[in-house]
Nanobody
Framework: QVQLVESGGGLVQAGGSLRLSCAASGGTFSRYGMGWFRQAPGKEREFVAVISWSGGRTYYADSVKGRFTTSRDNAKNSVYLQMNTLNPEDTAVYYC?????????????????????WGQGTQVTVSS
């Protein structure tokens, strides 16, 4: 059983930056692909980014491409989401998630049910 704990959320002005962290415990972190999702009020939870177990592959949603960067430190059992040039549409609860599978089709990483473990989420609010 893997436990995931996100941190780093908060209130930021439009154009600002935040760095989210997700700390993992209870499993072999380096064996998991790590994804980031977000859920705004009244909306479905949506894919944001994913990084493969080695860090060699990353994929991003079109809405965040060029602004967000995900990275990982397997020695620290942690994954990060650097968010730059934030805008109010980025306001949401952000979740990290872990998948035991390595998918050849990147579309599989975009699906919530491809992930086995989830954190509790951290709120990000961007003011205009």
């Amino acid at each position: 059983q893997v436990q995931l704990v996100e941190s780093g959320g908060g209130l930021v002005q439009a154009g600002g930056s935040l760095r989210l962290s997700c700390a993992a415990s209870g499993g072999t972190f380096s064996r998991y692909g790590m994804g980031w999702f977000r859920q705004a009020p009244g909306k479905e939870r949506e894919f944001v980014a994913v990084i493969s177990w080695s860090g060699g592959r990353t994929y991003y949603a079109d809405s965040v491409k060029g602004r967000f960067t995900t990275s990982r430190d397997n020695a620290k059992n942690s994954v990060y989401l650097q968010m730059n040039t934030l805008n109010p549409e980025d306001t949401a609860v952000y979740y990290c998630a872990a998948t035991r599978n390595s998918y050849s089709n990147r579309n599989s990483y975009y699906k919530r049910n491809s992930y086995d473990y989830w954190g509790q989420g951290t709120q990000v609010t961007v003011s205009s």
